[in-house]
């Protein structure tokens, strides 16, 4: 069928200001960071509520219509890249809270609401929704669910997996399912929700979904530390985990050139402590108790200078402190200055190894001609580290001898090429690093068998 | 093909001891209760590897014969029973622990692991598996992860879904899918586990599994509370969540019928508290501070009773007095008089319902000629019950009648039929309560796609 006629079908089922087409394509994009690149469709559809969806997907899947699927655009793998063929439809007009249940301790919410409200939602009502990432203003919850969403608490209360109590999915041929339970236990039958979490769109199209909350935690405190030995680093996490195991929420790591560049003039945060050891680890204490918190997590932390597992340290006491302390961390897009040019990594690997796999790593990054910088950070509890790495030009030879370099050593020690990003469109061709082939052929059989038009986000993760 | 020429193909790859047939089978039985009926199988295979259970399943998949998978027999919805044209294969001599990683706090073991030697394994390395249940000591780690098992600790750790890392799968066709990372994130590509566990053995037979383990508290003490009103027993909740939040680990309660049933002549165990309250809270707290975790706990509990959220209570100190108060929690066989009547339930509703709930169905219960006893008990902050109903007599009509009343008040506000026990060949014809025709039939989908001559425990779950 032609464009025009397919649009044509849209018309039916949605009010002009939903289609967008020709030149209004223009100031759109296809990713936050990208705003200067026009998005490239067939058009741009934004429905209001599921059956919209439904019969989007029903139209497309009818007429063997690929369907690039939008959420907050903050992906990091490429998934929202589009064609001039392909329909775009963006959930960025579902974004209500639906309801939140104090008792149940549930948040019920349309899948492009943006996740800082919905934290925001659950701290006005006193109760804590953990998944916390830096592109948490941006990022929407069903994109979140759809990649499994990681971020700075996995440690304590896991990916986004472990937050999900129920969805609402539209599947390609448009079939609700709608498994939307507040219910934390639920064995009847197979958990569907766990086919759609992570499969980054390509099997439904997330419409609504169920997160579990937690109780607010009254307190928190923000502590960086610092060591020039990755085995103190190991040291100080299982310290902490056995002095305040209950109240560790959160467990950082920087190397020494991220620290430098987001404590140098290029950004607002002040520089606690000197900028000349290897490792800054950034620790964070949730509480209950207003009085005795501080100097219990204090007492914690000079101890472990004391017993020589840290050089030293300092405790963010005030939320201004600790704004400044969690910035360091967060607020990465100081680290990619050209960001045309940037390769961005996520792998996960055993914790125990990670100092001697990043050393060898940028031992052999420094050697490559064109890399200008190279910022690690990451989960180091989770075993996850995130690279930075800055270039002077887009050469492709370039691009492949880096992902080689670092993918090669991932799989060196069975680690994974994507913690928590996903796949998407840019990692496909090392998705083998990770993975076997019979792996990747059983998520073909069961892509074909929900999908089998393939036409929701194809092309993604294999 | 005729079953002696297909035993024959299994004399071809398994030595004579791991084939029982004829008479022999008659020492065999389904479920670790019914010793008294013995096997209906063609053949039982006790396979001693995964290339063994490939082999088998290649054969089986060849030949379109139905397998029906033996963990350790302790289901409580029919999922193990089979008939004599059926290969069964059991996981009995898969039993090894494999390795336990004390830095990255994981365990893989074989699929036939008893749960038991797993928790004791990980004890002996000062490390924690929290899957804790009833069954513990007969229970197989590949049954638990097959349904997706529950316990005592899901509130605090969550199902084994939350526990599992990695698994070894052999699908229908023989395949072998090794995902044994032991990873605590991995976002490449389909989390293929997460198809498998819960899905009850219907799309492929776990051979290995990676468990995540946890720090082993230092201290554990266990509380029983008593109110008459289940408000307060919500309050209480509550109240200990707020005051001992992070050393909270379980929070299960009994009725009065249960908890008069577990203290009477029939059993060992010392009757702490008089047995004319409504409700009985067993609390645990777990912790890492000998000299203060015992004084903070009573503490708190006796705050509960001054503040009149309990009736009354008393706090277990040592090893025995916890294990006598768990027993009264957990030996619920005690409950199941004639075992061959009884009735089993494992309901999942809100909360703040089940008061009300229960109330409502043991109220129709009782008006039920033939209904002897009724047993309600079960993980109340995690929304789920257990009913054990004890019967004169396996008629039918009660059967039914029984089954209607508990599964219509769950259906009634928006519950689950089964929580943690799954719905194996017992519940099938009650899955249209739990779930809605669009998610059975693509439960069905999968299924298909993954099993497509449906020989792999055929006729469970839908």
């Given amino acids: 069928m032609s464009d025009l006629n397919i649009i044509k079908l849209f018309e039916a089922i949605l009010d002009k ?23 490239e469709s067939m058009c741009l559809l934004l429905p209001k509520n599921t059956k919209q969806v439904s019969s989007i997907l029903k139209i497309c899947n009818d007429n063997q219509q690929e369907v690039i699927i939008h959420g907050g655009l903050t992906n990091l793998v490429g998934s929202t890249k589009s064609n001039k063929n392909q329909v775009v439809l963006s959930l960025e007009k579902m974004n209500s809270i639906i309801e939140i249940d104090k008792n149940g301790k549930t948040l019920t919410c349309e899948s492009g609401a943006i996740i800082e409200d919905i934290i925001n939602t659950a701290k006005d009502n006193n109760l804590l929704l953990p998944l916390n990432f830096g592109a948490r203003g941006s990022a929407q919850i069903g994109g979140a669910v759809s990649t499994n969403a990681g971020g700075l608490r996995v ?3 896991g990916m986004t997996r472990n937050l999900v109590l129920g969805l609402e999915v539209v599947l390609p041929d448009g079939t609700i399912i709608s498994s939307l339970k507040k219910l934390m236990k639920d064995n009847s039958g197979y958990d569907l929700k766990q086919f759609f979490i992570g499969s980054e769109g390509t099997l439904g199209i997330v419409t609504k979904v169920v997160l579990r909350l937690y109780q607010n935690p009254k307190t928190r405190y923000t502590a960086l530390a610092v060591t020039n030995d990755y085995q103190n680093v190991l040291s100080l996490l299982k310290f902490m985990e056995e002095k305040i195991s209950k109240n560790l929420t959160a467990f950082e790591l920087l190397w020494n050139d991220t620290y430098k560049q987001m404590v140098s003039d290029k950004t607002i945060y002040n520089k606690y402590l000197p900028d000349n050891y290897k490792y800054y680890v950034f620790i964070e204490y949730m509480g209950g ?20 597992i840290a050089e030293d340290a300092v405790v963010g006491r005030d939320e201004k402190e600790q704004l400044n302390l969690w ?4 607020d990465v897009a ?16 055993p914790v125990a190894l990670i100092g001697e796999v990043i050393d060898k790593t940028i031992e052999q990054l420094e050697n490559c001609d064109g890399v ?45 090429i994507s913690a928590e990003h996903g796949i998407g469109i840019d990692k496909k061709q090392y998705l083998i690093k990770s993975r076997s082939k019979d792996e990747i052929e059983l998520m073909k059989i069961i892509k074909k068998s929900i999908d089998p038009k393939n036409i929701l986000n194809p092309g993604r993760v294999f």
Same sequence: chains 1, 2.
Wanted: charged share 30%; aromatic share 12%.
């Fill in 17 to 39: 200001s939903s289609i967008i087409v020709g030149d209004d394509l223009k100031s759109r994009f296809y990713h936050i960071w990208k705003t200067d690149i026009p998005l």
């Fill in 155 to 157: 440690f304590k209360y």
């Fill in 289 to 308: 108790d207003f009085t005795n918190d501080y100097n219990t997590f204090e007492k914690v932390v000079i101890e472990s200078i004391d017993k020589g």
């Fill in 327 to 330: 910035g360091i961390r967060e």
């Fill in 334 to 349: 100081v680290l990619a200055e050209e960001k045309k040019f940037d390769q961005q990594f996520d792998i996960s690997i």
């Fill in 372 to 416: 200008k910088t190279i910022f690690p950070f990451g989960h180091v509890a989770d075993g996850n580290i995130h690279f930075i790495i800055g270039k002077d030009s887009d050469d492709d030879n370039l691009k492949s001898k880096i992902n080689d370099i670092i993918y090669t050593n991932t799989e060196a020690v069975e680690g994974s």
